[in-house]
């Protein structure tokens, strides 16, 4: 099957997204008038400032993990765009539906550490826990496709080739996730975020 890889219909859900990503970079980083600090997902404050679940999601430590979290969002769109999206709002309904999910399983965790009184003490930000939930579910409505997400109509066929491609995509992800200044709890929260909802 050929697929056209020009602009579609669908293409305006990661062009906002992108869109929003860059913004808060120049806001943050270039121009600096918005301290990234407060916006970062830290365990101890979540349960005062519960919005850190959504804005962490929308900043990078620098240039170059915002321009990977980039590359991963063209990638997902060419998965999808292979899968048969039909749905002008998937991609947005998924980033807010798997962050929560994500930050879920992680205040799980948490909880769990804090039962044997081990308190985290870290901060995480950016985009990737979102593109790996991406990649999970990707991965497994590669095999059996998925008619609906939500309720709507989203049309994913079963795709060999998209299957092929997020398993390598995916070890290397897990690989890359053991790199200092990774965060691997949070690549594999998305992940199982995303398993989740295929």
Known sequence: MVINNSISKYDWQYLV?????????????????????????????????????????????????????????????YFLMRLGIKSRFFYLK??????????????????????????????SLGFSGIIYALFGFLLLTSFYGKKYFLGKEIGFKSNYEVQKMSKTICLIGLIFSFFPGVSLLGHLSGFIAGCFYS
Do not use: M
């Not at 990078?60 to 915002?66: F, I, P, Q, Y």
């Not at 980033?95 to 929560?100: N, Q, V, Y």
């Open 94 to 123: 998924f980033i807010l539906i798997c962050s929560s999910l994500n930050f879920f399983i992680i205040w799980v965790y948490e909880k769990i550490l804090s039962y044997f009184h081990i308190y985290p003490n870290y901060a």
């Open 17 to 77: 997204t992108v869109f929003f990503l860059i913004a808060v970079f120049i806001f943050t980083d270039l121009i600096g008038i918005i301290n990234k600090e407060y916006f970062y997902y830290v365990p101890r404050l979540i349960t005062e400032q519960p919005y850190r679940i959504f804005t962490s999601i929308l900043i990078h430590a620098d240039l170059n993990h915002l321009l990977s979290n980039l590359g991963g969002i063209i990638i997902t769109r």
